[in-house]
């Protein structure tokens, strides 16, 4: 089964969940679109120890920390839908998208798109802050009106019980996981929480 971890926008926490779901499956990892330095694959080889996950290329490695239409434009490159291919493994596979849900590749398609195209459940990040109730429940909207199938919600940042329960009621997706601030983010972090996440995963 291949996951595409997805957000309500920018810095939400897709990296540091996207190395909690490889480790607590064991799976692969893909960055199909990377803007900027130091880049997330990096990041995630650093906090993952187990030794079963591999690490395939991005397919577009971008270096100004942009929209990845900008960032590739800048270059004076261009993104097309048909330059994403599965890589080969028969691993899970996790992916790890760019921004939120509606961040442009082009002129014509989204991040998202590349979870519709490679038939990835969506794993949606949602970090708790004021206006992020509309904007989760947009995200979620524009989910649902597209069909694209989500395995749950982690919520990620202070518990507010209150936007939680809206959120929830409101989606009717499962809760795999409530990340608190986290001062600390290190390779035994992240196994614990990956072991956090594997109690509702198959719930």
């Given at each position: ?36 330095e130091p880049g997330d ?50 691993n899970e ?111």
């Amino acid at each position: 089964m291949n996951y595409f971890v997805s957000a309500i926008g920018t810095d939400s926490g897709k990296t540091l969940v996207s190395a909690i779901l490889v480790e607590a499956l064991k799976a692969d990892y893909w960055k199909p679109v990377q803007a900027g330095e130091p880049g997330d694959t990096e990041t995630v080889q650093q906090l993952v120890s187990n030794n079963i996950t591999k690490f395939h290329p991005e397919t577009h490695r971008l270096k100004l920390p942009a929209s990845p239409h900008a960032a590739a434009k800048y270059e004076h490159k261009a993104i097309s839908m048909i330059d994403f291919q599965l890589p080969d493994t028969q691993n899970e596979l996790v992916i790890e998208g760019a921004g939120g849900v509606l961040v442009p590749l082009n002129d014509q398609d989204y991040v998202i798109d590349i979870a519709q195209q490679i038939k990835a459940e969506v794993v949606l990040v949602a970090n708790l802050y004021l206006g992020s109730i509309n904007h989760t429940l947009l995200t979620i909207a524009y989910l649902k009106s597209k069909n694209i199938p989500v395995k749950g919600l982690i919520f990620n940042g202070d518990s507010n019980p209150e936007s939680e329960d809206i959120i929830i009621q409101k989606s009717g997706y499962k809760v795999l996981l409530h990340l608190p601030k986290l001062s600390l983010i290190n390779e035994n972090i992240i196994k614990y929480w990956a072991d956090e996440l594997i109690l509702n995963w198959y719930a």
